[in-house]
Structures are given as C-alpha cells and as structure tokens.
C-alpha cells in the first residue's frame, strides 16, 4: 500500500506539490477548505484523472486519518482549525518549500525579509544566468516542486515567513535577510514570533553556508551575532556604497549611474545580488553586465519610457503608505508629480505626508481616498493637491506640469476603479506609452 500525503490547500505550490508527489508514488490526497477557485477547475479534474482524492469546503477525518505527512499552503494560519486536527493525531506539516528541499540536491539560494523579496530574487536569478540555471521559486509565484526534477545549479527561492515557519530540515546553500519591519502580525501571533518564523532559516539546525544581512537593519545587527558566515549589505567594508559605486570588499562593481534601479532600497537590492554572485564566483564584469540587462518587475517602481524630458514610473503594487513611502524617498532634489489614491484601507497617512512633504512638488488625487487624503496633506503642511477623475486625467494634468518625474504610487486598493493593481498598472502604462 503506497503511502499517504495530504496536501492542504488548492493553491499553485499545492497543485505542483500533488503532481510531483504522484511521482513519487504517493497516494495523494488534497483537502481545500473552501469552494475551488475556476482557474483550477481543469486541473482539478485532470489530478483526479491521474487518481488524487480531492474534497473542497471542508476537511473530511477520511481525508486527514492516516496521513504520513501533510504539505500546507502557505495561506493556511497555524491557528486553523485543520492544523490544530493535524498536530492532534500527530501528522507533521511541511511547506511546500521543506518538501521540494527534501526531494532534491539541487542547492536553494533563498531570500526573505519583509519588503523587497521579489525584485531581488528576479535580480539574483538574472546576475546567476550568466553562468548557472538558476530559476526563480518560492513565493513569487513558482513553486519549486515544479523545478526540482529538471536540471538546474540553483533554485533562487523567495521564502515567505508563512513558509519559513514550517520547515525544520530546509537548509539554504545562501540566504538573505533584505530587512525587517512589522507585517504579519495577527497571522504569526506577535511581531516576536514573525522575527522567529525568518530567523529559522538562519540558525542551527538549519543555518545556510553563507548569511547576507542589512548591516543597517539595527534588528538583524544584533541578530547577526547569532549566525555564521555573515556579509554585510549596505556596509563599505562587505558590499555598500562608496564615491558614487556600489563596491564589493572595495572593488568598484557598478557606478549608481549604471543602475537600471532606482532608489536606496533597489541599491541595496543590487547589493544582495551582488555579494550572492560573488561568492558563487562571478567576476565584477560579468555582474556590472546582468545587473544593466535587469528590468524591474512589473508594477514595482517600474520605469515605462521617458518622453520630452519627464521620466515615467508605474509603482502600482504600491497599496499601502508604507510601500508608496519607499518609491517617494526614491527621489531626492527631482520635481516629482506623484500620482496617490485608490480605495482607501483607512491606514495612518502622517509618515506618508512627511516623505510626500520631503520628496514632492505635486500630488494627483484619483478614487475614492481623495478627500481623506486631501485633509491629511493639507493638515500636514502640503498644500500643492490636484484632483482629477480617471487615470488618464491625472496622467495629462502631470505631463502638463513639465516634472522631472511622474510617479504612479496609489499607497492604496485598486477596486474602487480596477480590477486589481496589475490592471490599474497596465492601464497607466498603456495610456503613458501611447502619448
């Protein structure tokens, strides 16, 4: 009789971990406490073909009871009520990350930390490509049990901490920590454990060959005491900032004017890309070339084109103020028109107007935060507001101001006028390219 594997969750990692433990011979099973979403619909009926068991809108004791192991979905709270029927019959759970690492020699470069995972994962596989296969995994988007039967030098593996939390023997060749700032509260149960969920991945018995950490993250300072092998980013001995180029152990990799990213924060994202490249043994050369060729991801401080002297930026995923505040202090001693707004999540806008008040000669108001935030940056001293309708009126009100930079940057939702902040994204992208 083949042994039992339960996956929690139709999810991507929870399809592609079903399909490569069909593989393997298991006898798999896939429980999903709600109603499937219509993009799986085909692949749910082509597992079932291949002989998975799969129950939607609720967890079945047929389903669970006699489970060797489970692989969860990283949405999945640990306080659920289907961990919580797990941890009582004993079954272990694994991310999807911990079972791909199980199944494989193929040696993870991970990278984790609140806020700029995504870009430097793209930008660590892209420097890598030169020499190695190196694909991109993880959490943005890809999951590895999809890559592991195919012949690659690494997998670059941005790590949530939901997926953090639950491995116990994954163990990265390399692993980045870009920052540290509180998220994930409610989910992790206190700010204390979320440090603890990333921390894992750096600590025996788990700790990788080499540590990055921000040497300007006072938390990760400390905590870099407790780990091995440390570089340092954002630090001139290891991998900072000096006379305008970005150096590795003082040796000039790439003048800030040669970065196709921009901002303090990409630099520090090229710095992790950088030390990771160098301790696989690329020469400065050949890293200075990939780091050139690297595009933004989609909707991240995206440059789209410049036309008549004004450079046009889409930061669409920005939906909160915090991220929108790291695309504002981007730019320093630039005319920027900043276009704000969306559906309102009713967050504490002051820290937003400072850096708006900083950084910003203009700000376009679109959706429906407009007159919450009209007040906020009136009552904080910025007073140079435009309001417009549409995107496209906020557009041709910008480029009639002759700025430097226009910079899409909502700090809030798209559903009030978009489908989702990819669309309201293409929609200014579309509209700045056909001017």
Request: glycine share 6%.
């Amino acid at each position: 009789m083949s042994e039992k594997v339960l996956i929690l969750g139709l999810s991507k990692s929870g399809i592609s971990a079903a399909e490569y433990a069909l593989t393997k011979g298991y006898d798999v099973f896939i429980t999903e406490s709600k109603a499937p979403k219509e993009e799986f619909k085909q692949k749910i009926e082509e597992l079932k073909q291949k002989g998975v068991k799969i129950e939607c809108g609720y967890h079945s004791d047929e389903f669970i009871s006699g489970s060797s192991f489970a692989v969860t979905s990283p949405g999945i709270p640990p306080k659920s009520e289907i961990f919580q029927r797990l941890n009582e019959k004993n079954i272990k759970i694994i991310s999807e990350i911990e079972f791909a690492y199980l199944n494989t020699k193929i040696p993870f470069i991970v990278i984790t930390g609140t806020n700029g995972k995504t870009t430097t994962t793209a930008l660590v596989s892209h420097i890598l490509s030169k020499k190695f296969s190196a694909p991109v995994c993880g959490n943005i988007g890809v999951p590895p049990t999809s890559l592991i039967s195919e012949d690659h030098d690494f997998l670059v593996c941005e790590v949530s901490s939901y997926q953090a939390q639950m491995t116990e023997k994954f163990k990265a060749k390399i692993a980045c920590w870009t920052n540290f700032t509180p998220d994930h509260i409610d989910w992790h149960g206190g700010l204390e454990n979320y440090f603890k969920a990333k921390a894992k991945l750096f600590l025996p018995p788990q700790e990788p060959e080499f540590a990055i950490l921000n040497a300007n993250d006072s938390k990760l300072r400390k905590f870099s005491k407790e780990c091995n092998n440390v570089v340092f980013f954002d630090d001139a001995k290891d991998c900072g900032i000096i006379d305008g180029f970005i150096c590795y152990k003082g040796e000039k990799v790439i003048s800030l004017k040669d970065c196709p990213l921009v901002g303090h924060h990409n630099y520090q994202n090229i710095m992790c890309g950088i030390i990771i490249a160098k301790l696989l043994g690329m020469s400065s050369s050949d890293i200075k070339e990939q780091i050139m060729s690297f595009r933004a991801p989609e909707h991240r401080l995206e440059k789209v084109r410049e036309m008549g002297g004004i450079t046009f930026y889409n930061d669409s995923k920005a939906t909160n103020p915090e991220a929108s505040i790291v695309a504002i202090d981007s730019f320093n001693n630039t005319d920027v028109a900043l276009i704000l707004g969306g559906r309102d999540k009713n967050t504490d806008l002051t820290e937003m107007c400072h850096s708006i008040n900083k950084h910003i000669k203009t700000v376009l108001l679109i959706g429906e935060a407009t007159e919450r935030f009209e007040e906020n940056l009136k009552k904080n001293g910025f007073s140079n507001i435009i309001k417009e309708h549409s995107m496209e009126e906020a557009i041709d009100r910008a480029i009639s101001l002759k700025p430097d930079v226009v910079l899409l940057s909502p700090a809030c939702a798209s559903f009030d006028m978009f489908k989702s902040y990819e669309h309201r994204g293409e929609v200014f992208k579309e509209y700045v390219l056909s001017k």
